[in-house]
């Protein structure tokens, strides 16, 4: 049996990961990190990975379907209709440029994300239909597939808007229907009312991972264990039983791919002490009992996928690495060395 733990931000920049892992007590984590077998690879967006581990890919410059494949994850039928995630962000000022802030800043109510969403499917009827089955994950089901080169959500926020606005053929119209969407959430009346009161205004969306939810994905674990919806729409069209996560290790089915997403926002946005406080629960939750079922040989051999925006590394190891003593303890520091 196989335990493989993906935790994306695991790796903080490498610049400044020594001072923020400064005192942070460890010891299932480092020894896991010694004792393992590393393998370090380019870094990739978070979903572009899973896509990936699902047998779901495209070209460095092609869209992945996540649209589609993260309304399936919703309990939503993406039908053969092309969808994009089109996602409420806040844009903000910082020193004279814009700034992409996530959807969680927004807190939005699901009678507010629904209000929104009437009125750009009132004015902007041309670009498809939206829908939000849940406030912070909107979704447009577009006329027909877009020609357009988009980021991830994730992968933009808390960074400048403009270079990563949409590309490719059609990214003329895409930034118009960012344009048009700005002007009218910013002037509706539910946001007037947010900005008065000093909570942030939906003021813009961000669209994302164009494309029609592929015929099959590929089996990468006996189970899936995970919180997020796109998780959960893969494993459906794979065909794989999926949970929410559990709070600790002991509650995981042992043979699984399990995502630990705590430290994601906090490493997006370059928040120290979330961040911090993540890993030191990870390590309570889910470092030390893993260990503990390795010695045990609960579980015949561990995995654990840690990605950043500098580098992808995953350590292997079974029970027979643990008894291997001149393998000392390794810190994060040390994955970038």
């Avoid at 967006?45 to 494949?69: D, M, N, Y």
């Avoid at 919703?74 to 959807?103: I, M, Y």
């Avoid at 045990?296 to 561990?302: D, E, F, K, P, Y």
């Amino acid at each position: 049996m196989l335990l493989h733990l993906v935790v994306p931000g695991l790796l903080w920049p490498k610049d400044s990961i020594a001072d923020v892992t400064r005192g942070l007590e460890l010891p299932a984590l480092h020894a896991l990190l010694g004792r393992g077998r590393r393998e370090r690879r380019p870094a990739q967006p978070f979903e572009r990975w899973l896509c990936k581990a699902f047998g779901v890919q495209a070209g460095e410059l092609q869209e992945l379907p996540v649209g589609a494949l993260r309304l399936l994850g919703e309990g939503r039928d993406p039908g053969k209709d092309a969808w994009l995630c089109a996602d409420p962000v806040h844009l903000r000022f910082s020193r004279n440029t814009l700034v992409v802030g996530g959807a969680g800043e927004l807190d939005l109510a699901q009678h507010e994300a629904e209000q929104l969403v009437a009125a750009l499917n009132a004015h902007l009827a041309e670009f498809g239909e939206f829908i939000a089955p849940h406030p912070r994950r909107w979704y447009l089901r577009a006329k027909r597939a877009p020609r357009i080169a988009t980021h991830p959500l994730p992968a933009v926020t808390g960074r400048t808007l403009e270079p990563f606005l949409p590309q490719g053929d059609e990214a003329r119209d895409w930034r118009r229907l960012i344009n048009e969407a700005q002007v009218l959430l910013h002037n509706h009346p539910l946001n007037v009312a947010r900005e008065a009161t000093g909570r942030p205004m939906a003021n813009s969306l961000w669209p994302w991972g164009a494309g029609i939810l592929p015929d099959a994905a590929r089996t990468p674990a006996p189970h899936v264990h995970a919180d997020q919806p796109l998780a959960l729409g893969l494993a459906r069209l794979a065909g794989v039983p999926a949970a929410p996560l559990p709070p600790k290790a002991q509650d995981a089915v042992l043979h699984s791919l399990t995502l630990l997403e705590t430290l994601s926002e906090a490493a997006q946005s370059l928040d120290a002490a979330a961040w911090r406080t993540g890993l030191a629960e990870l390590e309570t939750r889910w470092f030390a009992p893993s260990l503990a079922a390795l010695k045990a040989r609960r579980v015949h051999g561990l995995r654990l996928t840690a990605l950043g925006d500098d580098a992808t590394v995953d350590i292997t190891l079974d029970a027979g690495d643990l008894w291997q003593f001149w393998r000392r303890p390794k810190t994060l520091v040390d994955l970038f060395k």
